[in-house]
């Protein structure tokens, strides 16, 4: 993961943290409490609900890093495109792992955060789409004087 880090970063940065950007929880957290002190912040919600690790649909994370890094592309499809089968301690039964990265895997963090980038980007047009409506709803004299 060394060699394609630069790469990752690149591709995430600066809207994932997870993908090795250098001081960027740091970031996050300065960021967040100079929201939460502004005057005109109502609230701030932050919702982790599950190990989103685990809920990555490996066909579409796959389908995703094909465009936004296919130098890290050939690697996780080799190790990813079969079930993987999980063994039960004093069982013989085994369970098949369909989706999700493997833990322990260390190119977790980047795929993860690479995968979710064409939705990320989605999401941030969507929201500069959803702002300028809302400054093209305002009235002319309504905007804040500087």
Known sequence: ???????????????????????????????????????????????????????????????NLRYTCPELFTYILNTYRQEGNLFIA?????????????QGDTSALGWYALSLMPLLREVQVKQTESDTELELDREPNSYPKQ
């Open 1 to 63: 993961m060394t060699t394609l880090k630069q790469d990752i970063i690149m591709n995430t940065a600066p809207m994932q943290l997870c993908g090795g950007l250098q001081g960027g929880v740091e970031a996050a957290i300065h960021a967040v409490r100079k929201i939460f002190e502004d005057e005109s912040t109502e609230a701030i919600l932050l919702v982790d609900a599950e190990n989103a690790f685990n809920a990555l649909n490996r066909n579409t994370a796959l389908r």
């Open 90 to 102: 004093n069982s013989d039964d085994l369970l098949q792992s369909q989706e999700g990265t493997t």
